[in-house]
């Protein structure tokens, strides 16, 4: 039989031969494979993103509202603050009685403020565990008030996909009293 004998005859019959179905089962299953392979990495990819995101977010906004609360405060209750220690407390004095004293702390991985009598907020998500919070005062004179904040965020996940831990640290100074503004 001739190769245009049997070309005629697969024309004819409309099947394949068996070659031609293992080479298609061959490039089919390659390129499911890569599909799988691609989509497993993006999806990867995506979780570590958005753990890394909620850690970063959590951090930054927490260090933020406690930078903006020691600007703000008057001065700081020595006897009621945990300095140089983890996990850290801060309790400032503020203007405002009803306010006062505003206290910075953590309490079961969640870092909380309390503003005078008022509610304990989280100032972190469920997502997120803080496992270090400092404060360190970082000036001798009671006329420059200057303290490092030092906030640890760890993703709260057993799934090594959002394994994501951030590391933030600022300073603020107690502007009120200074001397230098009102």
């Known amino acids: 039989m001739t190769i245009f004998h049997r070309q005629k005859m697969r024309a004819a019959s409309g099947g394949f031969t068996l070659l031609e179905m293992l080479i298609y089962l061959l490039i089919t299953g390659l390129a499911l494979t890569a599909a799988v392979t691609f989509s497993y990495h993006f999806a990867a990819a995506k979780a570590r993103s958005f753990a890394r995101q909620e850690t970063e977010h959590n951090a930054q906004l927490a260090a933020a509202r406690i930078a903006i609360e020691v600007r703000e405060a008057v001065g700081y ?5 945990v300095l140089g220690g983890n996990p850290g407390r801060l309790s400032l004095a503020v203007a405002d009685p009803a306010n006062d004293p ?19 907020l989280p100032l972190t998500s469920s997502h997120v565990s803080v496992n270090d919070f400092t404060v360190d005062r970082l000036s001798s004179s009671d006329k420059h008030r200057v303290f490092r904040i030092r906030v640890q965020a760890v993703f709260n996940s057993d799934n090594p996909w959002y394994a994501a831990d951030t590391v933030l640290e600022t300073t603020a100074q107690i502007k009120r009293g200074d001397g230098y503004s009102d």
């Open 77 to 81: 209750n020595e006897a009621d603050s």
């Open 102 to 120: 505003t206290v910075f702390f953590v309490a079961n991985g969640v870092l909380y403020i309390q503003r005078g009598a008022g509610p304990e």
